[in-house]
């Protein structure tokens, strides 16, 4: 149960309360911000190798790779579209059509490209933000057998630079990346990842801040002998924040394709905003062929180490073979900006981000349930089928018509897919006290008259269950066994979709510790896949905010709460009742050599034998086997008992909750139940005001 303060706690005790009700609406995309990018400039032309900055005088600093000759402009109003497409020719020399970089920190901006010849990184200095440039210096050159085609430039905490590259074969055979830094004005020696060697690498992208290691991505083709697929890496090159000096994580891969697809990735950007965020090229060569730049970002709550990142979406349209950079600077002028070599884009993360209503919250319901199927009027829960669902339905008051346009002027957040939290509570001596429903977001509105000349606005909420089930698998996911346990699947799925999972601390054993196979097929919806998973383990996920929780019903659990009795949560309407599980004894089964079961003997003798067989040849062992049927078990006795409370809401009650119910009508007396649904219903439209929550019951 959510914690509450002395007052709001008091409050929502008594019999009689008056409701406090605040609803807020965010411009975010899932939990982050949205970006609602404007385009500053287009012009014709052949897209080409690009890199941008924004300099600590907010001039926005470009290079491009013109067909083998460096271009550069420096950009110091934004709105200017004449400076956007004003380039300045260097007269210095690269190799065509390969990656040309800039690092800026202080009036300090280095600019990165690779000669003619493909073997060596230069590199020129600005010390004036980027209005003119000294003479170049080579920082590294490969082999006479050797080539760079990547590069990208940050700068380290001493304010120096540093250079991250590819040197590969020219013939194709191999490539590695290589890191060399700068120290007291001199550059020294470049010194391989020390991994294992793969194909290509085409285009790579890093970041760092004070705080950070270089995370850096990178695209290409990984080594093979007939088929050199297309891939999309993380890495990172240690700061001794999340990774030691000096040193390089294992490379994750967050995007693969498959032999002989006509598919492959290039061209990565990033940075970090409230998340980090990535552009990279996803090209279709087949028919219908595109170059289509996606975006990714990190899922909320997730770090860059372990790379949960959400499936990438189109970002502007097609045709931008050499992809798109992206450019912010804190505390700058507010805009996050994107472009390619003819086209820009910005982005406000400043400015107008919520909008707030109390007076004009007139109605809402609110959903928070894992439901099972119906029979005959009793809910039958099987265990593994029941089905999670969060959503709401709001009414806000529109008499003024101040709300005819939505998505515009002051009530520009209130736009589909915007974020919304739904403050309940009541008002204390200390004012209006509140927690906040789970967070929802609008997919729906409607704009409603009813019969006695009253306007509303009546919105339409969907929780995070919908934003996993909206969106199916792009490509097949692949987990062999014993590589990640089923917490770090569901994880990953629930990235997919920009939502953070965490244990908590009430998560079972068996789903931090059971690693099983597990495939994820193209087209599979995302909530269908994490409940898939989830049912390897006996663990239940509930919402707070944004982030989802694991937890594991366990029957020796405390109580979080008491309704009903001298001094606590008064009891309006109750029912209570026993039900028989749908199973008593599980056997899975995974092989002909490894089996488990889970019985309830108590059940059998009751109502007979129900026997469910699991065949799941993700699990290597017997112990595998019967934890999954003992965690089965659990799920059903968890159904063994059902019941209802109608209160007045008590606003920090959670799913799966236990609580202690005594209702002497009913003959209940400091009975333990576990809370399996909420539902909370707020109405003054007409009289009398309704303020009711619905807390569904299950055996603890």
């Known amino acids: 149960m959510k914690s509450l303060t002395s007052t709001l706690l008091a409050e929502q005790k008594k019999p009689r309360a008056k409701p406090y009700v605040q609803v807020r609406f965010y411009d975010r995309l899932g939990p982050d911000l949205r970006l609602t990018w404007s385009q500053v400039y287009s012009v014709g032309g052949s897209e080409m190798p690009h890199a941008m900055v924004v300099a600590a005088d907010d001039s926005i600093v470009r290079v491009r790779n013109n067909a083998g000759n460096v271009e550069r402009q420096r950009i110091t109003d934004p709105t200017n579209e004449s400076q956007w497409n004003s380039w300045t020719d260097t007269t210095w020399d690269c190799k065509a059509g390969f990656q040309v970089s800039l690092a800026t920190t202080g009036a300090y901006v280095w600019m990165f490209y690779i000669s003619p010849d493909g073997r060596i990184v230069k590199c020129h200095e600005s010390s004036n933000y980027g209005a003119t440039f000294g003479g170049y210096v080579n920082v590294h050159t490969c082999g006479t057998l050797s080539g760079s085609e990547s590069v990208a430039g940050e700068v380290q905490n001493n304010g120096e630079p540093i250079v991250f590259f590819s040197c590969g074969d020219p013939a194709g055979l191999q490539t590695d990346l290589y890191v060399c830094k700068r120290t007291s004005g001199v550059w020294g020696s470049a010194s391989s990842w020390g991994k294992t060697s793969i194909h290509r690498v085409k285009g790579l992208a890093v970041y760092k801040s004070s705080s950070t290691d270089y995370n850096i991505l990178y695209a290409g083709q990984d080594a093979g002998v007939v088929w050199y697929v297309w891939n999309f890496w993380s890495i990172c090159y240690g700061d001794g924040v999340d990774q030691a000096a000096g040193t390089w994580s294992d490379p994750v891969k967050l995007e693969v394709t498959d032999e002989g697809t006509q598919y492959e990735y290039s061209w990565p950007s990033l ?138 002027g002051d009530y520009e957040v209130m736009k589909r897919g ?56 792009r490509r097949q996911y692949y987990w062999e066994p014993g590589s990640e346990s089923v917490f770090e699947i569901s994880e990953h799925l629930m990235a997919l979709a920009g939502l953070d999972l965490v244990g908590g601390g009430e998560q079972s054993s068996e789903v931090g510790t059971l690693k099983p196979w597990f495939v994820v097929y193209p087209g599979e919806d995302l909530r269908g896949a994490v409940l898939r998973a989830l049912s390897k383990a006996p663990d239940f996920v509930f919402f707070s905010a944004a982030t989802g929780y694991l937890k594991e019903l366990a029957d020796d659990e405390a109580s979080d709460y008491s309704y009903g009795g001298a001094g606590e949560h008064v009891i309006i309407s109750g029912r209570y009742g026993v039900r028989s599980p749908g199973y008593n ?95 909370e219903v707020y109405d003054t439209t007409k009289p009398p005001m309704v303020f009711r929550q619905t807390v569904t019951l299950g055996a603890r």
């Open 585 to 679: 004894h599980i056997e899975v089964f995974a092989g002909i050599d490894l089996f488990g079961d889970g019985v309830e003997m108590g059940e059998i003798s009751l109502i007979g034998h129900r026997l469910q067989k699991i065949f799941d040849y993700g699990y290597t062992s017997d112990a595998q086997c019967a934890a999954r049927a003992e965690g089965q078990v659990r799920k059903h006795l968890a159904t063994s008992r059902r019941g209802e409370l109608v209160t007045l809401p008590n606003v920090g009650l959670q799913l799966f909750d236990v609580v202690t119910v005594t209702d002497g009508r009913c003959g209940i007396s400091s009975e333990l139940y576990r809370v399996r649904g909420i539902e």
């Open 271 to 408: 940075m970090r905003l409230d998340v980090y965020r990535a552009l990279v090229v996803c090209s279709y060569s087949g028919t219908n062929s595109y170059d289509r730049v996606h975006r990714m970002r990190i899922a909320s709550g997730s770090t860059y180490m372990t790379s949960n990142w959400t499936d990438p979406a189109p970002f502007q349209g097609d045709d931008r073979p050499y992809g798109v950079c992206l450019a912010y600077r804190s505390g700058g002028d507010g805009y996050v900006y994107a472009a390619c070599s003819h086209r820009a884009w910005r982005a406000p993360v400043a400015g107008l981000s919520s909008v707030t209503f109390t007076d004009r919250v007139k109605k809402y319901r609110l959903v928070d349930r894992w439901t099972g199927h119906k029979a005959g009027g009793m809910a039958i829960d099987m265990g593994d089928l029941i089905a999670p669902e969060m959503y709401g339905e709001l009414w806000l008051d529109n008499s003024d018509g101040e709300l005819n346009s939505l998505g515009s």
């Open 418 to 473: 915007s974020q919304v939290l739904v403050g309940r509570g009541y008002v204390t001596s200390e004012g209006g006290e509140y927690s906040n429903w789970p967070y929802l977001w609008l997919e729906d509105y409607e704009h409603v008259a009813d019969f006695q000349g009253r306007s509303y606005v009546v919105l339409y909420l969907v929780g995070p269950w919908m934003l996993l089930s909206s969106m199916t698998a």
